[in-house]
């Protein structure tokens, strides 16, 4: 599936040829304090079929595995675009940004023992379609 997508404020864009199935959601905390929010979510793609125009700013971290892992986003508006390794032969792409998000499903959880404990009842919560 090709996905397309833009940062807030426009000045990067990126496309990827995807698999639907590969969309996942994170609950460790480098992903939790990265977003500002509970979780990340992401779908993978392959380096060769990722194609960004713009000039992202990165910051290399060191995963829990020891490897380092490139996090691109918007030094303007901050928007999170993606995370690669070293070599840049795949991207997780965030899927917060991309135009086809709603038909990006993540099926599978990771990091799910650092996930917040009140998602887990998220169904029970007051849902508004607006600002109420």
């Known amino acids: 599936m090709k996905v397309?997508?833009?940062?807030h404020c426009g000045k990067i864009s990126l496309t990827a040829e995807v698999d639907p199935?590969?969309?996942v959601v994170c609950?460790?905390?480098d992903c939790q304090i990265l977003a500002g929010g509970p979780c990340r979510s992401f779908i993978k793609s392959e380096g060769e079929k990722t194609s960004i125009v713009g000039q992202p700013t990165?910051?290399?971290?060191?995963a829990e595995s020891g490897r380092k892992r490139i996090l691109g986003f918007c030094g303007i508006c901050g928007t999170s675009l993606y995370a690669t390794d070293t070599d840049r032969k795949k991207f997780n792409?965030?899927?917060?940004?991309?135009?086809q998000r709603e038909q990006l499903?993540?099926?599978t959880?990771?990091?799910?023992?650092s996930a917040a404990s009140w998602l887990k009842q998220i169904e029970q919560h007051q849902w508004f379609a607006r600002m109420p």
Do not use: M, Q, V, W
């Open 109 to 113: 959880h990771i990091f799910g023992d």
């Open 93 to 99: 792409i965030r899927l917060g940004f991309i135009n």
């Open 105 to 107: 499903i993540p099926t």
């Open 58 to 62: 990165e910051y290399t971290k060191i």
């Open 21 to 23: 199935s590969t969309a």
């Open 27 to 29: 609950h460790c905390t």
């Open 4 to 7: 397309d997508g833009s940062c």
